[in-house]
């Protein structure tokens, strides 16, 4: 037995798929299923029930499973001894969220001294969720509503995945000086109807869709008010800070933008509640830098 057959084993389980684990692994999807027949030859037993869609394991293959893993973190201890240690990576997906790359960059030169690889990827919470189950980010930071929890439980159950709340906020209208509801502290959800909207690149989980329970089940979607659409957050600011227009967003920012002279406007009768978190594959234990940046943002979100 080999470590590249337990290495190919563990990543082939992990992704549920052999030509997931290829790309993964930078190989091809026949010598994947090669490796792990010979594996399979050599202990015995069937570690993987083959399917249209993709591998699960076996009981015989979720035994194995936990021993192979085992042996793969000890061979990473075993490296750092010998003065071979790999790298730590901390590789991130996000819904666009100016406050929390705010953050990211205030962790980056926290950590400057460390020998840490980034990445930071801005996508939908539905792209995310593929992210996170094809490894190619080890942790995703989404915004969920309270009501899309049990649709959104299911799709992460199907792909292995789990939420975790970190805070608790609510939906608001964000306004530059421009906008005639500056100086507001509050408005009735039914104002949205008349205002023009700039809002991120939805999808099914967008706050934007489902911003809470309004008042006569208005949704901004289908309000017609929607004037520009954009996958960057910059673009939401600046039209914030230059235009008229407003933006669906949560009050989890609100202090963050007083210095582009924007203003988060409650909008009243809520009955309901966005969770912001992050998600992370169910099987893994997140890395030592992954749980020091979530530490360190739970921090600073107090």
């Known amino acids: 037995m080999e470590l590249k057959q337990l290495q190919f084993f563990v990543v082939s389980a992990d992704m549920g798929s052999f030509k997931r684990a290829a790309d993964v692994l930078y190989t091809t999807q026949p010598h994947v299923s090669k490796i792990i027949k010979m594996l399979e030859t050599e202990l015995k037993v069937e570690l993987f029930n083959r399917n249209a869609v993709g591998v699960e394991l076996t009981e015989e293959g979720k035994k ?29 997906s996000s819904v666009p ?33 593929g992210h996170m189950h094809h490894h190619t980010s080890e942790i995703g930071f989404v915004f969920i509503s309270r009501r899309q929890q049990a649709g959104f439980a299911h799709q992460l159950e199907h792909k292995k995945l789990e939420f975790v709340s970190m805070k608790k906020t609510k939906p608001c209208l964000l306004v530059g000086r421009n ?83 924007l203003r988060a406007i409650s909008l ?30 739970g921090k600073v979100l107090k």
């Not at 973190?73 to 071979?84: A, F, P, T, Y």
């Open 268 to 297: 009243t009768d809520m009955k309901d509640s966005i969770h912001f978190g992050y998600i992370k594959r169910k099987r893994d234990e997140l890395s030592p830098a992954a749980a020091q940046f979530v530490d360190y943002l």
């Open 64 to 92: 194995i499973y936990t021993q192979a893993g085992a042996i793969m973190q000890k061979m990473d201890l075993i490296r750092q001894v010998g003065g071979e240690r790999p790298r730590q990576k901390l590789y991130i």
């Open 97 to 129: 969220n100016s406050r929390l790359v705010e953050i990211f960059s205030l962790f980056c030169q926290l950590k400057k001294d460390d020998d840490l690889q980034y990445q930071f990827l801005e996508a939908t919470v539905e792209e995310i969720m």
């Open 179 to 261: 906008s005639p509801l500056y100086g507001l502290g509050s408005v009735d959800p039914s104002v949205l109807q008349t205002v023009k909207l700039v809002q991120t690149r939805e999808d099914f989980y967008s706050i934007s869709v489902h911003p809470g329970h309004l008042k006569e089940d208005i949704s901004v979607r289908h309000s017609g008010q929607t004037v520009v659409h954009t996958n960057s957050d910059s673009v939401v600011t600046s039209l914030l800070e230059h235009t008229d227009m407003g933006t669906v967003s949560c009050d989890l920012l609100a202090g963050r933008f007083e210095r582009h002279n």
